[in-house]
Every structure is written in C-alpha cells, then in structure tokens.
C-alpha cells in the first residue's frame, strides 16, 4: 500500500493559531448560501374591480324583489302571473345576497366569493329557466309573432350564452395568474 500523496500529517486548525507548512493553500471561513433576493409582486387589483362591480351588480339585482307588486298593482295575469313575479323575486333574492357578499369577500381577496358569485349565478339563471318554462317571455312572442317553442328556445340559448359570460366574468380573479386570492373555500366543510 502505497502512502497518500495529500497526506502531510499535518491537521492544524487556522483558529488555533497554529501555522500550516508553507506552499499549501488552504481555504479559510465559513460556507454561506448566496442570497438572491426575492421579489413579491403586489397582490393583484383585480379582485377588488370584480368584486365591486359584483356589490354594485347586487345591489341592481335587489330591485327585482319588488317585481311581485307589478301583477298586483296591474292586475294581469291571475296566479300564474303572480308565481312567476314571485319566481322571480326569490332569484333576484339570490342574486342580490350572493353578489353583495361574494362581491365583499373578492374585495378582501376571499376565493370563496367567486365559488359563491358562481353558485348565485346558477341558481338564479335555473329560477330564470323555470320562469321561462312556465310561460314568461317578456313580450318577445308578441312581438315578433314567434310561436311559443321558438321562444322558449331562443330565450333558453340566449340564458345559456349569458349564464357563461357572468361566470367566467366572475372566474377572472382565480383565472390571473397574480390575484392574490386566498385558499378559502365554500366547499372545504363538504371533505
């Protein structure tokens, strides 16, 4: 066995004062980890804009609450016209109470208010259908002297087109990829 190269025999430690031999290099000091320095981008203004306009749009939305009065204070229609002012009033209900707090939540940067923005828009737009079943067409058959399953359809595509509008409109803070939106969740308890 042949004796390492390397080896001097000589282990001294710098802090002890204590010389290495002369003609060998050493590295003196302590390891340290290079620091690059992070930079956080300012949470996004995003859902603050979305989350107004959905408080504005729900406060809009809540006018819709007196919509059984107008069957009442016109005396059309009998009960049919007046479950389906009140069909409406219960959506417009939904509408108002999941903008207004969905819109808060979004402006404190909440995910949950775009999971219960999205929520409020389905069901209204279901209440929306159910009306639209029953017999409401707001006058567009009378109009245009469409029967009354070309106006059912053409209500039913146009509710459709406009359900998904409202919700990927209200999807655009979780869809920036810098919103800034918390991990809260409507649907954590469900697990």
Known sequence: MQPNPWDDGDYSIPQTGQQFPQGQQYLEGTPQS?????????????????????????????LGVLSPLEPILTGDGGTLALQIAMITAVSSLISAGTGIVGGYWLTNYQRR??????????????LTFLTYYLGDDGGLGESFKFDESTVFGILSVT?????VVCGLFAA??????????????LFSRLK
Do not use: E, H, N
């Open 172 to 185: 655009i803070p979780i869809l920036t990829s810098s919103a800034g939106l918390d991990r809260s969740s």
């Open 113 to 126: 208010g775009v999971q219960l923005i999205i929520v409020g828009i389905l069901i209204s737009s279901a």
């Open 34 to 62: 290079i620091g690059y320095p992070i930079y956080l981008q300012p949470p996004s203004s995003t859902p603050k804009i979305i989350g107004i306009l959905f408080i504005i749009y729900g406060l809009i939305s809540g």
């Open 159 to 163: 509710l459709g087109i406009v359900t």
